[in-house]
C-alpha cells in the first residue's frame, strides 16, 4: 500500500526566511506527486504537480519542489516566505497501483508566518 | 463556472440518523473521490469512482456509502453506524487521460467541503 510522510508537522517562520517541507511516499512503481495549499477558509488548492521529466517542478506563488527518486522525496521550497504563505500544505501521491486509483495525503504540515 | 460544489456547507446531525452530503461537479470529470479530514491526521479517502456506476471503498469506508448513478453526481451518506462523525467532509474529481499507454488520473479538484457535526 502506498503512504506519504510529511515529518514537519507545525513549521513557524518569520517572513523572508526560507521554506523547506519534507515529504516522503512509500512505493517503488510510477508516481505523480502533488503539494495542495489550503488557506485558512478556503478549499484545497494545487501548489503544483510532477508527472515526469525535469524532477524540478515550479508552482505557482514562488514555491517549487524537487522529486529525488532515489530517496522517495518530494520536498516543497521557497526561497523566502510571506506573511501570506501561513496555510496548511498536504502533500499527495498517486501511484498508479492495480487496485489503488486515488491520492494518497500525507498528514499536513502547518505553516505560520510571523510578521 | 465549472467547479465543484459541495452543500450544505454545515450540517449538524443528531446521533442515530443517517445524513447526506451533496456533491456536484461539472467539470466533465471521470473520477470523483470522497476525503474526510481530521486534524492533524490530513485527508483520508473514504470512496472513490472512477466511472458512472462503479465506486470503489477507500481506506475509511466503513459506516459510508455512496452511489454514482450519474457522472456529475457523488453523494455521500454517512449512516449511523460511523462511530465517530463529526469532520469535514471535502469532495474532489479529476480528469483521466492517456499516457504511456495507460489512463491516468490527473489532479483532483476539490469542492469547499461540509462541515458535519453530530449533537
Known amino acids: 500500500a502506498q503512504s506519504v510522510s510529511q515529518h514537519n508537522h507545525h513549521v513557524i517562520l518569520s517572513e523572508a526566511a526560507s521554506l523547506e517541507l519534507g515529504c516522503n511516499y512509500s512505493?517503488?512503481?510510477?508516481?505523480?506527486l502533488f503539494w495542495y495549499v489550503q488557506y485558512p477558509g478556503q478549499h484545497l488548492q494545487l501548489l503544483l504537480k510532477?508527472?515526469?521529466?525535469?524532477?524540478l517542478v515550479k508552482g505557482i506563488k514562488g514555491f517549487e519542489a524537487e522529486f529525488i527518486k532515489s530517496k522517495f522525496s518530494f520536498n516543497l521550497r521557497k526561497p523566502s516566505v510571506q506573511w501570506s504563505d501561513t496555510a496548511e500544505y498536504f502533500c499527495?501521491?498517486?501511484?498508479?497501483?492495480?487496485?489503488?486509483?486515488?491520492?494518497?495525503f500525507g498528514s499536513g504540515t502547518r505553516l505560520q508566518v510571523q510578521p | 463556472d465549472g467547479g465543484i460544489t459541495q452543500s450544505p456547507k454545515y450540517l449538524f446531525r443528531k446521533e442515530g440518523q443517517n445524513v447526506t452530503l451533496s456533491c456536484e461537479q461539472n467539470?466533465?470529470?471521470?473520477?470523483m473521490y470522497w476525503y474526510r479530514q481530521d486534524p492533524g491526521q490530513g485527508l483520508r479517502l473514504i470512496y472513490y469512482?472512477?466511472?458512472?456506476?462503479?465506486?470503489q471503498k477507500g481506506d475509511i469506508a466503513e459506516g459510508y456509502s455512496v452511489s454514482r448513478e450519474k457522472k456529475e453526481s457523488f453523494p455521500l451518506t454517512v449512516t449511523s453506524a460511523q462511530k465517530n462523525p463529526t469532520a469535514f467532509y471535502l469532495c474532489?474529481?479529476?480528469?483521466?487521460?492517456?499516457?504511456?499507454?495507460?489512463?491516468?488520473?490527473?489532479?483532483?479538484?476539490f469542492g469547499q467541503g461540509t462541515r458535519l457535526t453530530v449533537v
Open positions: 510532477y508527472f515526469s521529466g525535469d524532477p
Open positions: 499527495a501521491v498517486n501511484a498508479e497501483a492495480p487496485g489503488r486509483r486515488a491520492l494518497t
Open positions: 512505493y517503488g512503481g510510477t508516481v505523480n
Open positions: 474532489a474529481s479529476s480528469i483521466r487521460v492517456w499516457r504511456t499507454g495507460k489512463k491516468l488520473n490527473t489532479e483532483a479538484f
Open positions: 469512482s472512477q466511472i458512472v456506476n462503479d465506486f
Open positions: 467539470l466533465n470529470h471521470d473520477a
